[in-house]
T-cell receptor, first 111, second 112 residues
Framework: DTGVSQDPRHKITKRGQNVTFRCDPI?????LYWYRQTLGQGPEFLTY????????KSRLLSDRFSAERPKGSFSTLEIQRTEQGDSAMYLC?????????FGPGTRLTVL | KQEVTQIPAALSVPEGENLVLNCSFT??????LQWFRQDPGKGLTSLLL???SQREQTSGRLNASLDKSSGRSTLYIAASQPGDSATYLC???????????WGLGTSLAVNP
Protein backbone atom coordinates (compact mmCIF):
# COMPACT_ATOMS: atom_id res chain seq x y z
CA ASP A 1 0.00 0.00 0.00
CA THR A 2 1.62 3.26 -1.08
CA GLY A 3 -0.99 5.64 0.33
CA VAL A 4 -0.85 7.85 3.41
CA SER A 5 -1.07 5.88 6.63
CA GLN A 6 -1.87 7.04 10.14
CA ASP A 7 -1.45 5.31 13.46
CA PRO A 8 -3.33 4.67 15.63
CA ARG A 9 -6.73 4.75 13.97
CA HIS A 10 -8.48 5.24 17.28
CA LYS A 11 -7.25 6.53 20.63
CA ILE A 12 -9.19 6.82 23.86
CA THR A 13 -7.44 8.64 26.67
CA LYS A 14 -8.21 10.28 29.96
CA ARG A 15 -8.07 14.02 30.40
CA GLY A 16 -4.59 15.18 31.31
CA GLN A 17 -2.74 12.38 29.52
CA ASN A 18 -0.35 12.92 26.64
CA VAL A 19 -0.97 11.34 23.25
CA THR A 20 1.11 11.04 20.09
CA PHE A 21 -0.09 10.31 16.58
CA ARG A 22 2.00 9.27 13.62
CA CYS A 23 1.56 9.96 9.90
CA ASP A 24 3.52 8.24 7.13
CA PRO A 25 3.15 10.18 3.88
CA ILE A 26 3.52 8.91 0.34
CA UNK A 27 7.25 8.42 0.03
CA UNK A 28 8.18 11.03 -2.57
CA UNK A 29 5.88 13.75 -1.18
CA UNK A 30 7.71 16.71 0.33
CA UNK A 31 4.63 18.49 1.69
CA LEU A 32 2.77 17.24 4.76
CA TYR A 33 -0.32 18.73 6.38
CA TRP A 34 -2.25 18.11 9.60
CA TYR A 35 -5.94 18.99 9.88
CA ARG A 36 -8.42 18.55 12.71
CA GLN A 37 -12.12 17.84 12.33
CA THR A 38 -14.58 18.07 15.21
CA LEU A 39 -18.03 16.56 15.09
CA GLY A 40 -20.31 18.21 12.56
CA GLN A 41 -17.62 20.55 11.29
CA GLY A 42 -15.37 20.67 8.27
CA PRO A 43 -11.66 19.98 8.75
CA GLU A 44 -9.46 22.87 9.90
CA PHE A 45 -5.80 23.39 9.06
CA LEU A 46 -3.36 22.83 11.92
CA THR A 47 0.15 22.84 10.51
CA TYR A 48 2.26 22.36 7.37
CA UNK A 49 5.72 20.91 6.71
CA UNK A 50 7.85 21.21 3.63
CA UNK A 51 10.42 18.46 4.02
CA UNK A 52 11.51 18.73 7.66
CA UNK A 53 10.70 22.43 8.06
CA UNK A 54 7.46 23.42 9.80
CA UNK A 55 6.45 26.45 7.73
CA UNK A 56 3.04 27.31 9.08
CA LYS A 57 1.10 26.76 12.30
CA SER A 58 -2.52 27.64 12.86
CA ARG A 59 -3.58 29.62 15.91
CA LEU A 60 -5.63 26.49 16.69
CA LEU A 61 -2.34 24.80 17.58
CA SER A 62 -1.96 25.80 21.22
CA ASP A 63 1.19 25.37 23.28
CA ARG A 64 0.00 21.89 24.22
CA PHE A 65 0.35 20.75 20.62
CA SER A 66 3.65 20.02 18.93
CA ALA A 67 4.38 18.51 15.55
CA GLU A 68 7.61 17.24 14.08
CA ARG A 69 8.81 15.77 10.84
CA PRO A 70 12.34 14.56 11.40
CA LYS A 71 14.31 13.90 8.22
CA GLY A 72 11.35 15.01 6.16
CA SER A 73 9.69 11.60 6.22
CA PHE A 74 7.03 10.60 8.76
CA SER A 75 5.45 13.16 11.08
CA THR A 76 4.24 13.04 14.65
CA LEU A 77 1.62 15.17 16.35
CA GLU A 78 1.75 15.25 20.14
CA ILE A 79 -0.91 16.65 22.42
CA GLN A 80 0.12 17.21 26.03
CA ARG A 81 -2.32 17.39 28.95
CA THR A 82 -5.29 16.48 26.77
CA GLU A 83 -8.62 18.21 27.30
CA GLN A 84 -12.10 17.05 26.35
CA GLY A 85 -12.14 19.73 23.66
CA ASP A 86 -9.28 17.93 21.91
CA SER A 87 -11.65 15.11 20.98
CA ALA A 88 -11.69 15.10 17.18
CA MET A 89 -10.53 13.34 14.05
CA TYR A 90 -6.92 14.23 13.24
CA LEU A 91 -6.24 14.01 9.51
CA CYS A 92 -2.88 13.92 7.78
CA UNK A 93 -2.33 14.65 4.09
CA UNK A 94 0.71 14.70 1.85
CA UNK A 95 1.36 16.19 -1.56
CA UNK A 96 4.01 16.76 -4.17
CA UNK A 97 2.26 19.62 -5.91
CA UNK A 98 -1.37 20.70 -5.63
CA UNK A 99 -3.23 17.45 -4.93
CA UNK A 100 -3.35 16.40 -1.28
CA UNK A 101 -3.78 12.74 -0.46
CA PHE A 102 -5.38 11.95 2.87
CA GLY A 103 -4.80 9.20 5.36
CA PRO A 104 -7.67 7.45 7.16
CA GLY A 105 -7.38 9.73 10.20
CA THR A 106 -6.89 9.16 13.91
CA ARG A 107 -10.02 9.52 16.01
CA LEU A 108 -9.20 10.84 19.48
CA THR A 109 -11.66 10.58 22.34
CA VAL A 110 -10.73 12.32 25.59
CA LEU A 111 -12.78 11.14 28.57
CA LYS B 1 -9.43 35.82 4.52
CA GLN B 2 -10.72 32.90 2.45
CA GLU B 3 -14.03 31.48 3.61
CA VAL B 4 -15.92 28.54 2.12
CA THR B 5 -19.68 28.15 2.47
CA GLN B 6 -21.80 25.17 1.52
CA ILE B 7 -25.52 25.25 0.89
CA PRO B 8 -27.70 23.48 1.87
CA ALA B 9 -26.41 22.18 5.19
CA ALA B 10 -28.63 19.12 4.86
CA LEU B 11 -30.65 17.58 2.08
CA SER B 12 -33.06 14.64 1.97
CA VAL B 13 -34.27 13.33 -1.38
CA PRO B 14 -36.01 10.22 -2.73
CA GLU B 15 -33.94 7.74 -4.68
CA GLY B 16 -33.52 8.55 -8.36
CA GLU B 17 -33.55 12.34 -8.09
CA ASN B 18 -30.90 14.51 -9.66
CA LEU B 19 -29.49 16.96 -7.16
CA VAL B 20 -27.12 19.91 -6.86
CA LEU B 21 -24.86 20.81 -3.97
CA ASN B 22 -23.47 24.32 -3.80
CA CYS B 23 -20.14 25.68 -2.63
CA SER B 24 -19.01 29.30 -2.58
CA PHE B 25 -15.69 30.90 -1.67
CA THR B 26 -14.81 34.51 -0.97
CA UNK B 27 -11.38 34.86 -2.64
CA UNK B 28 -10.94 33.78 -6.25
CA UNK B 29 -7.16 33.30 -5.79
CA UNK B 30 -7.28 29.52 -5.55
CA UNK B 31 -5.14 26.78 -7.06
CA UNK B 32 -7.91 24.23 -7.23
CA LEU B 33 -11.21 23.14 -5.69
CA GLN B 34 -11.94 19.67 -4.50
CA TRP B 35 -15.09 17.78 -3.52
CA PHE B 36 -14.85 15.05 -0.91
CA ARG B 37 -17.23 12.48 0.48
CA GLN B 38 -17.23 11.49 4.13
CA ASP B 39 -19.22 8.65 5.64
CA PRO B 40 -20.16 8.90 9.35
CA GLY B 41 -17.12 8.48 11.57
CA LYS B 42 -14.86 7.80 8.60
CA GLY B 43 -12.09 9.56 6.72
CA LEU B 44 -12.26 11.51 3.47
CA THR B 45 -12.73 10.17 -0.03
CA SER B 46 -11.74 12.51 -2.83
CA LEU B 47 -14.44 12.69 -5.52
CA LEU B 48 -13.39 15.35 -7.99
CA LEU B 49 -10.64 17.95 -8.26
CA UNK B 50 -10.98 20.97 -10.54
CA UNK B 51 -7.88 22.99 -11.31
CA UNK B 52 -8.31 26.78 -11.26
CA SER B 53 -7.98 26.87 -15.05
CA GLN B 54 -10.71 24.27 -15.58
CA ARG B 55 -14.48 24.70 -15.73
CA GLU B 56 -15.68 21.22 -14.84
CA GLN B 57 -14.79 17.63 -14.08
CA THR B 58 -16.87 14.49 -14.42
CA SER B 59 -16.69 11.06 -12.84
CA GLY B 60 -19.51 8.63 -13.43
CA ARG B 61 -22.73 10.14 -12.09
CA LEU B 62 -20.87 13.11 -10.60
CA ASN B 63 -20.17 16.40 -12.32
CA ALA B 64 -18.49 19.35 -10.65
CA SER B 65 -18.30 22.84 -12.12
CA LEU B 66 -16.15 25.80 -11.17
CA ASP B 67 -16.75 29.50 -11.80
CA LYS B 68 -13.69 31.04 -10.22
CA SER B 69 -14.61 34.63 -11.00
CA SER B 70 -17.91 34.38 -9.12
CA GLY B 71 -16.48 32.14 -6.39
CA ARG B 72 -18.85 29.24 -6.98
CA SER B 73 -18.79 25.53 -7.53
CA THR B 74 -21.58 23.02 -7.86
CA LEU B 75 -21.58 19.26 -7.48
CA TYR B 76 -24.24 17.58 -9.56
CA ILE B 77 -25.27 14.02 -8.66
CA ALA B 78 -27.37 12.24 -11.26
CA ALA B 79 -29.88 9.51 -10.47
CA SER B 80 -29.14 9.49 -6.75
CA GLN B 81 -28.94 6.18 -4.88
CA PRO B 82 -29.19 5.32 -1.16
CA GLY B 83 -25.47 4.55 -1.25
CA ASP B 84 -24.81 8.21 -2.02
CA SER B 85 -25.94 9.11 1.51
CA ALA B 86 -22.98 10.83 3.18
CA THR B 87 -21.57 14.26 3.96
CA TYR B 88 -20.10 16.09 0.97
CA LEU B 89 -17.32 18.56 1.67
CA CYS B 90 -15.94 21.27 -0.58
CA UNK B 91 -12.40 22.61 -0.11
CA UNK B 92 -10.26 25.17 -1.93
CA UNK B 93 -6.47 25.05 -2.14
CA UNK B 94 -5.13 28.53 -1.47
CA UNK B 95 -2.37 30.56 0.11
CA UNK B 96 1.41 30.52 -0.09
CA UNK B 97 1.56 27.13 1.63
CA UNK B 98 -1.20 25.62 -0.48
CA UNK B 99 -3.42 24.54 2.39
CA UNK B 100 -7.02 23.39 2.04
CA UNK B 101 -9.78 25.61 3.37
CA TRP B 102 -12.99 23.75 3.95
CA GLY B 103 -16.72 24.28 4.04
CA LEU B 104 -18.87 22.72 6.75
CA GLY B 105 -20.34 20.17 4.37
CA THR B 106 -23.75 19.14 3.10
CA SER B 107 -25.30 16.11 4.77
CA LEU B 108 -27.15 14.12 2.11
CA ALA B 109 -29.75 11.42 2.76
CA VAL B 110 -31.11 9.51 -0.23
CA ASN B 111 -34.21 7.59 0.76
CA PRO B 112 -35.17 4.30 -0.93
Amino acid sequence: DTGVSQDPRHKITKRGQNVTFRCDPISEHNRLYWYRQTLGQGPEFLTYFQNEAQLEKSRLLSDRFSAERPKGSFSTLEIQRTEQGDSAMYLCASSLRDTQYFGPGTRLTVL
Amino acid sequence: KQEVTQIPAALSVPEGENLVLNCSFTDSAIYNLQWFRQDPGKGLTSLLLIQSSQREQTSGRLNASLDKSSGRSTLYIAASQPGDSATYLCAVLAGNNRKLIWGLGTSLAVNP
